[in-house]
């Protein structure tokens, strides 16, 4: 069992920068991917990056440049570091674990509570 724990959200104008936290219990998370998915208001959840547990990373499109996955397996703990920050970045933020470093959200077995990202123009 993996209990994750998100923070770091927050009103942030555009251009500006936040950096999520995801705090992960368990002795067994260095063998988890973890990843970063979003939900916009009336939107569906989307990916947004993931990194393996030997740190390869993946993103989408539209945050390539401009966001960064990290892990520090010491801490248990995963990273999204978030520049540049655009009105469209605005959803509630999710960090998840799975087996596997991928894009889609089935595959992902723990999932936190969400953090809100809120980008003003």
């Known amino acids: 069992q993996v209990q994750l724990v998100e923070s770091g959200g927050g009103l942030v104008q555009a251009g500006g920068s936040l950096r999520l936290s995801c705090a992960a219990s368990?002795?067994?998370?260095?063998?988890?991917?973890m990843g970063w998915f979003r939900q916009a208001p009336g939107k569906e959840r989307e990916f947004v990056a993931t990194?393996?547990?030997?740190?390869?990373?993946y993103y989408r499109d539209s945050v390539k440049g401009r966001f960064t996955i990290s892990r520090d397996n010491a801490k248990n703990t995963v990273y999204l570091q978030m520049n540049s920050l655009k009105p469209e970045d605005t959803a509630v933020y999710y960090c998840?674990?799975?087996?596997?470093?991928?894009?889609?959200?089935?595959?992902?077995?723990?999932w936190g509570q969400g953090t809100q990202v809120t980008v003003s123009s």
């Open positions: 368990g002795r067994t998370f260095t063998t988890y991917a």
């Open positions: 990194i393996s547990w030997s740190g390869s990373t």
């Open positions: 998840a674990a799975s087996k596997l470093a991928t894009r889609t959200s089935g595959l992902y077995d723990y």
